[in-house]
Structure formats: structure tokens, C-alpha cells
């Protein structure tokens, strides 16, 4: 099914591109305020490389360079920074996400605090969104066995 | 100068137009996936590079700041890292046809690559 077929193209292709899909990721995630964009649409094409990676190469190369428990652990990094956000503002007896109650730590204005509570949560975003796609795509392409699935026809 | 720049625009654009038209043309007309893919590949690569030249030359006359140079620079970098990816992606859709066993189409029906003799070479 799945075949190694050592492409010298496709691999050297991928490398190059690699690197700059990530940053524009990072790219569309930071100008998520102003532009289209945001912490799901960066996380999808942060994990749109990661799956390059897998493709062009193989899922066992590409699991040395992202391993599954660094991936769950990004999984509950992303919601624990998201959650913790909204609590910290429930702690300074706001509502939960609240943002401007993050004037008690950060020495800003209300307006202020409310972008970077914005650009706390859409951090968090990111990170679990590209975690739980390449979580979602190798139990799609290895069937749930999380074992590289190769040369089933030779 | 004015005219000179919207002219350059409209050329750049009109010839991306062409070339997007001969692609889909060719997409739609060609017999089998590698000829299809042959005009794809090469048509919309030329064709997005020379629609991105022209939106950046108008952005450029039409923005003419700091940020307008910013964002022509950015309309370029699609145009460089479309030229990487989407020969590749070509390349990758055509070789994985051929490793899956599609024969390329011939007028009379003949068989000219013989997929058998070829493996593993």
C-alpha cells in the first residue's frame, strides 16, 4: 500500500518547504488580528507540513522528528493554555475569558490586555489544532495500528 | 508613467489569462492523465507567475508606500514558492500513476511502455 519509492524530487522539495510552511503558519497565526487568518488556520498549515514530511518521506521519519508524546502532549498544552487563560481572568473575579481582568498582572490598559488575551487563546488554538491533525492523520493512514503499513504487495 | 505601468499590468495580466486558458483547455481536451497533467503543470505554474508580477506592479503604482512594497514582496513569494511546489506536486501525482500501472495513451491503442520490464530497474 504504502511504498517507499526514495523520490530524490519530492524529498528535496519538501525539505525545502518545510521550514517556510511552518513559519507561515506561525505568519498567519500572528497576523490573525488584522488580516484572514488565525490559530485553527495556522494550525492547519502547521500540520500541512508535518504531513508533507510524512508523504514525501515516510511516517517512520517523519515520528523521529515529531514524536507521539510530544504530540499529546501538545494536544493538552493547547487546551491548557486556552483554559488557563479564561481562568486567570475568573480568578481577578472577572468572567471566565475575560480578558480585561488581565490588568491585575500585565501593566497594560483593558484595550490592551484584551488583544493579548486574544493572542493567548489563538496561541493555544494553534498549538492543539496541529497537534490533533497530525494526531487525526496518522490514525487515518496507518488504520489505527500506529505502525508504518509497508510493502503489504511485495 | 502611469499608462506605462497599467499597460505593463494589463499585459502581465492578460498573458496569465492565456496561459490559464491554454491549461484548462489542454486539461479539458488531452485523452489521458499524463498529457492533462502535462498541460496543467506547465500552464498554471507560468501563468500564476505572471498574474502575481502583474497584481504586484498595480499594487505597487496604486499603494506606493512602505507597506504596498511589503505586500508586493509577499504577492512574490506565493509566485516562488508556487514555482517550487507545484511542479513537484505534478511530478509526484504523474509518478505515483506510473508505479500504480496507468499506460500512457497512444493514438492507436499500443502499449508502448511495458510496465513489467520496467520494475525495479
Same mark, same amino acid.
Given at each position: 500500500?504504502?511504498?517507499?519509492?526514495?523520490?530524490?524530487?519530492?524529498?528535496?522539495?519538501?525539505?525545502?518547504?518545510?521550514?517556510?510552511?511552518?513559519?507561515?503558519?506561525?505568519?498567519?497565526?500572528?497576523?490573525?488580528?488584522?488580516?484572514?487568518?488565525?490559530?485553527?488556520?495556522?494550525?492547519?498549515?502547521?500540520?500541512?507540513?508535518?504531513?508533507?514530511?510524512?508523504?514525501?518521506?515516510?511516517?517512520?521519519?517523519?515520528?523521529?522528528?515529531?514524536?507521539?508524546?510530544?504530540?499529546?502532549?501538545?494536544?493538552?498544552?493547547?487546551?491548557?493554555?486556552?483554559?488557563?487563560?479564561?481562568?486567570?481572568?475568573?480568578?481577578?473575579?472577572?468572567?471566565?475569558?475575560?480578558?480585561?481582568?488581565?490588568?491585575?498582572?500585565?501593566?497594560?490598559?483593558?484595550?490592551?490586555?484584551?488583544?493579548?488575551?486574544?493572542?493567548?487563546?489563538?496561541?493555544?488554538?494553534?498549538?492543539?489544532?496541529?497537534?490533533?491533525?497530525?494526531?487525526?492523520?496518522?490514525?487515518?493512514?496507518?488504520?489505527?495500528?500506529?505502525?508504518?503499513?509497508?510493502?503489504?504487495?511485495? | 508613467?502611469?499608462?506605462? $505601468?497599467?499597460? *505593463?499590468?494589463?499585459?502581465?495580466?492578460?498573458?496569465?489569462?492565456?496561459?490559464?486558458?491554454?491549461?484548462?483547455?489542454?486539461?479539458?481536451?488531452?485523452?489521458?492523465?499524463?498529457?492533462?497533467?502535462?498541460?496543467?503543470?506547465?500552464?498554471? &505554474?507560468?501563468?500564476?507567475?505572471? *498574474?502575481?508580477?502583474?497584481?504586484?506592479?498595480?499594487?505597487?503604482?496604486?499603494?506606493?508606500?512602505? *507597506?504596498? *512594497?511589503?505586500?508586493?514582496?509577499?504577492?512574490?513569494? $506565493?509566485?516562488?514558492?508556487?514555482?517550487?511546489?507545484?511542479?513537484?506536486?505534478?511530478?509526484?501525482?504523474?509518478?505515483?500513476?506510473?508505479?500504480?500501472?496507468?499506460?500512457?495513451?497512444?493514438?492507436?491503442?499500443?502499449?508502448?511502455?511495458?510496465? &513489467?520490464?520496467?520494475?525495479?530497474?
Amino acid at each position: 500500500m504504502v511504498r517507499d519509492l526514495d523520490d530524490i524530487i519530492i524529498r528535496t522539495c519538501a525539505r525545502i518547504m518545510v521550514p517556510f510552511m511552518q513559519v507561515y503558519g506561525l505568519y498567519v497565526f500572528v497576523h490573525g488580528h488584522s488580516s484572514p487568518g488565525g490559530g485553527f488556520q495556522g494550525g492547519c498549515i502547521m500540520a500541512a507540513s508535518f504531513i508533507l514530511l510524512a508523504t514525501a518521506f515516510n511516517i517512520k521519519e517523519a515520528k523521529m522528528r515529531f514524536t507521539e508524546k510530544v504530540n499529546g502532549i501538545f494536544c493538552c498544552l493547547g487546551v491548557f493554555i486556552y483554559a488557563g487563560t479564561g481562568a486567570v481572568a475568573v480568578i481577578f473575579s472577572g468572567n471566565f475569558l475575560d480578558y480585561s481582568r488581565w490588568t491585575n498582572i500585565l501593566p497594560t490598559n483593558p484595550v490592551m490586555a484584551r488583544y493579548y488575551g486574544m493572542a493567548l487563546i489563538e496561541l493555544g488554538v494553534q498549538i492543539t489544532v496541529m497537534a490533533v491533525m497530525v494526531s487525526i492523520f496518522l490514525d487515518l493512514v496507518t488504520g489505527g495500528s500506529h505502525e508504518e503499513v509497508m510493502k503489504t504487495d511485495d | 508613467m502611469t499608462l506605462i $505601468i497599467l499597460t *505593463m499590468t494589463a499585459a502581465l495580466l492578460v498573458a496569465g489569462l492565456f496561459f490559464f486558458f491554454a491549461a484548462t483547455v489542454g486539461f479539458l481536451r488531452f485523452p489521458d492523465l499524463y498529457t492533462r497533467m502535462h498541460a496543467t503543470g506547465k500552464g498554471d &505554474t507560468l501563468a500564476l507567475l505572471l *498574474m502575481v508580477a502583474g497584481l504586484a506592479l498595480f499594487n505597487l503604482y496604486d499603494n506606493f508606500c512602505w *507597506m504596498g *512594497m511589503v505586500q508586493s514582496v509577499k504577492l512574490l513569494f $506565493i509566485a516562488v514558492f508556487w514555482f517550487i511546489a507545484n511542479p513537484t506536486a505534478t511530478h509526484a501525482v504523474l509518478r505515483a500513476a506510473f508505479e500504480s500501472g496507468v499506460t500512457p495513451w497512444t493514438k492507436d491503442g499500443t502499449v508502448i511502455i511495458d510496465k &513489467t520490464e520496467g520494475e525495479g530497474a
